[in-house]
């Protein structure tokens, strides 16, 4: 027997067995979790629910543990358990303040990659979080509750742009104010609400409408106005006026109000985009990772001539990097129709935008990081490949490299596309709403509502259209 060639076929067969293993750890996050979204589509949330509930080693492995939180929770809310709900909400939150206090996933990071630490979040989910806690308190009547979850969003935007020391694009979240002050209007506590309305506007103007593309809602307006006459602050009451063409409306004791949130379609998805990085010499020893189109120039001092004269020699290297990929809404507007009135909504919060520029924040700190990382895996390849008794290490480490060099595409994906929201007053008593969503002028969705209304209070009524019409930027 050629002990040679036997050896060899085990060291092939072992080497393709292994790679078999690992190219299954390359499908992305939305395609491991088919079955979940799958149900969700169908709007069978009793699926959803079991298929989250028997995978037990969602919770039990720590590395997706908050993704499993944030779905079970967001699965909960759909259903109408906002009891359980919060609850899986609550654990999110300690899981990602636990998260922020460690620093041992950033050097792992710095030697593997991202997709084999702890997920944390998106900045954007760690806020957003918030919003499903203040929905479920708001449903289940506790204001209180309800304040501190959207405090808990203004809390943790701070904490994210000190992070950044104020670099980041996404730095400011209106929504999280506009939330806030429609709590506070429904607590009856007026000058807080004229505040949190007030910074939300100015968040809407300065940041939203320039980095997002996002019109201020015209009902944001009438809320800044109808709180500014309530507190007496006639100064501004006027200048608003002038400002927005509106007239001021008082508040109306002997009515009641509606406020319905509708979430449009489904957030972002994750995916991989691989791209070639130049190596070029800079003078020194040192050499510059170099990308033209994407506008990437960063400078790299090599530990010895070798060192730069084989990553001269690679002349470029391979990096995965997380993108988004859009999941385009299907419904384009709503309306709800009462006692024959129509009331549009308004986008308050485009979850999809935010994704994106959130991703870019941090997009600058991972290519660094990224960089190094694969630029020492390729080149410790490209050493052992010139090495004849090296070259079966060679094959494995590029084997290796090639696998455990995945983008991290985990992501909460049934955060909507958008978050959109209709407030009208209304007569007391009982009152029909009907809910109507719109795809080019012809009408799909639809929901009626009965509710009682009682003079001077606010009810709260939710909605989540999830179908969406195909894939996009």
């Known amino acids: 027997m050629n002990t040679r060639n036997y050896r060899g076929g085990i060291g092939f067969y072992a080497v393709f067995s292994f790679l078999l293993f690992l190219l299954a750890s390359c499908a992305t996050y939305y395609q491991k979790n088919e079955d979940l979204m799958q149900a969700v589509y169908k709007y069978n949330f009793e699926a959803a629910n079991k298929i989250l509930s028997d995978d037990e080693k969602w919770e039990k492995q720590n590395l997706n543990r908050l993704l499993f939180y944030l779905n079970k929770g967001t699965v909960l809310w759909m259903q109408g358990d906002y009891a359980n709900s919060k609850k899986y909400f609550a654990k999110a939150d300690l899981f990602v303040e636990d998260y922020n206090k460690k620093i041992g996933d950033a050097v792992l990071t710095m030697l593997v990659n991202s997709k084999l630490t702890t997920y944390g979040g998106e900045n954007f989910e760690q806020i957003l979080l918030h919003y499903y806690g203040a929905m479920n308190y708001l449903a289940l009547g506790n204001t209180d509750e309800a304040l501190v979850e959207g405090k808990r969003m203004l809390e943790k935007m701070q904490k994210i742009t000190d992070k950044y020391q104020f670099k980041n694009k996404y730095k400011r979240d209106a929504f999280a104010h506009h939330l806030l002050g429609i709590i506070y209007e429904m607590k009856g506590e007026y000058n807080d609400a004229y505040i949190a309305y007030k910074n939300a506007y100015e968040v809407y103007k300065d940041d939203y409408l320039v980095q997002l593309n996002m019109p201020i809602p015209l009902q944001l307006k009438k809320d800044l106005l109808r709180m500014a006459l309530a507190v007496g602050f006639y100064d501004d009451v006027r200048n608003y006026e002038a400002e927005f063409s509106l007239k001021a409306q008082p508040i109306l004791p002997n009515k009641g109000d509606l406020i319905f949130f509708w979430n449009n379609g489904l ?207």
């Open 267 to 473: 957030g972002p998805i994750k995916d991989q985009n691989s791209i070639n990085i130049m190596i070029v010499p800079q003078g020194n020893g040192v050499v510059q990772f170099v990308n033209p189109e994407l506008g990437i120039s960063i400078p790299f001092q090599t530990e010895n001539k070798d060192q730069q004269s084989d990553l001269l020699d690679m002349k470029f290297i391979r990096l995965a990097l997380p993108k988004y990929v859009s999941r385009l809404p299907y419904y384009d507007q709503a309306n709800l129709v009462i006692n024959q009135q129509t009331y549009p909504f308004e986008m308050v919060e485009n979850i999809n935008a935010i994704a994106y520029k959130s991703l870019q924040d941090r997009m600058g700190r991972e290519l660094a990081m990224g960089l190094v990382r694969v630029a020492m895996k390729q080149l410790a390849v490209h050493k052992a490949s010139k090495n004849k008794d090296q070259q079966g290490l060679a094959a494995a480490a590029m084997i290796y490299g090639a696998v455990s060099e995945q983008a991290d595409t985990r992501n909460w994906q049934l955060l909507p596309y958008s978050i959109n929201y209709s407030r009208t007053s209304l007569d007391t008593g009982e009152q029909v709403v009907q809910f109507e969503a719109y795809r080019q002028s012809t009408k799909g969705a639809a929901k009626e509502y009965k509710i009682h209304v009682k003079p001077g209070r606010t009810q709260l009524l939710t909605i989540h259209t999830m179908e969406f019409s195909g894939y996009g930027k």
